[in-house]
C-alpha cells in the first residue's frame, strides 16, 4: 500500500549549496520539483529512480529518470500506465528493469509489474502476476536474484498475501500458496518499496510493525514482531543477521529497532546524534553502515551511522536541504533524492567523498586493565580521559561486571565533572571485600556528551586469589567437608582435568576423569582413618596438591 510522502511543499525548490561531499545532479525532469521517492544504484555507472510530484504528492505520474555514467548525464521517461504511480523500480543492468505500478484510485486496471529490456524505451505489463485492484490487488515491490529468478508482494488478496514468484524473468508468475505464508492481521498491508534482501534471503515490512522473511527467494515465509505495533516499517539488512527497521508511520520520530539473528526478534536502539526518516539504506561493503535521509520540517538532510545505528553523524554542509530516497553501491558512492528546478538543474545528489568513523574527542589510557587481586584487598588504578575535541565534554563513570552493576566496585568523586581540552586522570579504586576466589570479567563504561562517542568502554579482568596463591585453579578448587567420613565433594570449575586421590607413601588410591565437570563426588567411607593428598592436574599439565583428613 502507498506510504505517506513526508514533505514539506514550502521548501520543494531548496538548492543545496557545494558540499564537500555530495554534488548536485540534474534528473532530466522538464516539469519543476519533480522528487525521487525509490533509487537503485546497480553499480557505480548505472542508477534508476521512481518519481513523484512534489507540488502534488497525490498526482498520480508514471515517471522514472536513469543514468548509465554514473549520473553525469540523466534521461527521464514514463511508464503506460494511465493513472498509476510507481511502488518502486529494480533494474538488472542499464537496460532490464522492472517497476510495480499501483492504481491510487483503486480503479485503474493498468497497475501491476513492467518490465523494460531497451533501457527504459518500451515497458510491457507481466500480467500474470494478477494484482487485479478490483480484488484488492496492490503491488508493492518486485526484485530479481538474477536474470530469471525473482518475486513480486502485493496486499492480502482472498485472505492471504499476494505475492509471485518467477523463474523466468516474469513471463510467466506463479502465486504463492496460502499454506507458505504466515495469515495477515486485520488490515495488514505491505508497503511501497519497504523490503531488503541479503543472498536469497528477503524480508518485507507491514502497516502493523511485521517483518515477513523468506530465505528461499520467496517461496515460504514466516513473520516475527518489532516493537512497533500498528506502525509502517521498512526492515534494512546488513547481513543475513543484522538488521534495522525503521518507524515511517505519518508523525513518526524516525525511532529503530535492530535483530541480531535474523529478524526473529528485534530491539528497540537507543540512538545518538540526527537519525531522519525520509529513507534509509545499508552502504554495500561495510559491516554495518546506514544512511538516513530527511525532508521534514526541521529534520532535512543526509546522516551516517558506521555501527549498526547506535550513533548517527551528519554530512557535511546538508542539514537542512532536502534529501530523499537513498541508494549506495558503496561507501564512497552513492545518491540521494532531491527536487528538480527545471531539466537541466536538480533532482539528485550524489556523494562521492568516504564515509568513515567519525574521529573521537574522547579517548582513554590504557584501554584495557589486567589486575590480580587478593581477597579483601582493595587497589587504586588510574587511566586518563583525553578531549581531543574542541570544547568542553561532561562524562558519566560506572562500573559494572558480568553479573551486574556491583557495590564492591567504586570509582573517585569526580562522576559528572567537565573534561577540558587534553587529558584528565581519573582514578578508580576496586574493592573486593566478600568476593569469592575467581576470575571476573567487568567493564568501564565512560558516558559522555561527545556526539561522535557517547560511551567509551574499558574491559577489566579480575583474578580473585588468596595470599600467597600463584595458580588461578588453585583459589577455585574447593573441598568439603573436612575432615570427611563418608563422601568427599569437589567443586572444581572448569579448570582441572584429572583428580587423583593417594595415601602418604605416595600411592595412588584413586583416578577420576573430571574433565569439564564443575563438581565431583569422592567415595572415602572405605578408607582407614588418616590424612590423605589430593591432586588436581590441569589439561597443561600443571598440578597442585591439597590435603584432606578422612575421620570416623
Known sequence: MKKSLLIALLSVLLIQSTAQQWVQQATGFTAPSRG???????????????????TNPNNAIQEFTRTINGGTTWTPGTIPAAGCALSMI??????????????????????????????????????????????????????????????????????????????????????????????????????????SVVGNTTWFGTNK??????VDKGLTWTVASTPFANKYIKPVFASALYGIVQDLSSNTTGAIAKTEDGG??????????????????????TEKTFVSTGSATGFTGSTYSVDGGLTWT????TIGTQYLATSWVSNSIGWAGGFSTNATQGGVFKFSGTITAPAAMIAVNPTSISQILVQGSSVNRTFSIINAGTANLQHTISIQYSGGAQTWLGVAPNQGTVVPQGSQTITVSFNTTGLAFGIYNAQIRISSNDPNNPLTIIPV??????????????????????PASSILNLELGSLIRTVQLYNLTGQ?????????MQECKLKVSSLDKGIYFIRFIQPSGESFTRKVIVSR
Open 36 to 54: 525521487l521517492s525509490y533509487m537503485h544504484a546497480v553499480n557505480a555507472n548505472v542508477v534508476w529512480a521512481a518519481a513523484y510530484d512534489g
Open 90 to 195: 529494480f533494474a538488472l543492468d542499464a537496460n532490464t528493469a522492472w517497476a510495480p505500478l499501483y492504481s491510487p484510485t483503486g480503479t485503474h486496471t493498468a497497475q501491476g509489474i513492467y518490465k523494460t529490456t531497451d533501457g527504459g524505451l518500451n515497458w510491457t505489463r507481466q500480467t500474470s502476476a494478477t494484482f487485479n485492484p478490483a480484488a484488492g490487488g496492490f503491488p508493492n515491490v518486485v526484485h530479481f536474484f538474477n536474470a530469471n529468478e525473482g518475486y513480486c508482494q502485493g496486499d492480502a488478496v482472498g485472505g492471504y498475501f499476494e505475492i509471485y514468484t518467477t523463474t523466468n524473468g516474469g513471463t510467466t508468475w506463479t502465486r504463492v500458496p496460502q499454506a507458505n505464508i504466515p495469515s495477515p492481521l486485520v488490515e495488514e498491508w505491505g508497503v511501497v518499496g519497504y523490503y
Open 209 to 214: 510493525g511485521r517483518v515477513f522473511k523468506s
Open 264 to 285: 526473529s526478534t528485534w530491539t528497540l536502539v537507543t540512538h545518538s546524534g540526527p537519525l531522519f526518516w525520509n529513507d534509509i539504506d545499508y552502504v554495500p561493503g
Open 314 to 317: 551528519a554530512f557535511d554542509a
Open 461 to 482: 579482568t579480575f583474578d580473585v586469589r588468596g595470599v600467597g596463591v600463584d595458580n588461578p585453579a588453585q583459589s577455585i578448587v574447593k573441598l568439603y567437608p573436612t
Open 508 to 516: 595412588i588410591i584413586s583416578e577420576k576423569d573430571v574433565q569439564e
